[in-house]
């Protein structure tokens, strides 16, 4: 499944627990809080994939916003000096 631009593969890591796993299909590398990863594991246990593909877009989203505050700090930054 895809995902604003994100490919989201969900597992079953045990009976009845549904995880999920996000990267960038491209696979570059997703940069959090300064961190290059090339694929996110979503930790919570869910009861079925269709909860745990919702907590991955949910993770998504607010992904987003934590990428580009961390691009724009070192923007203002160089503008500043």
Same mark, same amino acid.
């Given at each position: ?23 960038r299909? *491209?696979?570059t590398?997703?940069?959090?809080g ?13 009861? *079925? ?5 919702? *907590?991955?877009r949910?993770?998504? *989203? ?14 203002q ?5």
């Amino acid at each position: 499944m895809n995902y604003e631009g994100f490919a989201i593969e969900c597992y079953q890591a045990g009976k009845g627990l549904w995880h999920a796993r996000l990267w960038r299909p *491209d696979r570059t590398p997703m940069i959090v809080g300064g961190v290059a990863f090339s694929a996110i594991e979503i930790g919570f246990a869910w009861p *079925d994939p269709e909860s745990a593909a919702a *907590d991955a877009r949910n993770q998504i *989203d607010r992904l987003r916003l934590t990428r580009y505050a961390a691009l724009a700090q070192p923007q203002q930054e160089l503008s500043a000096a």
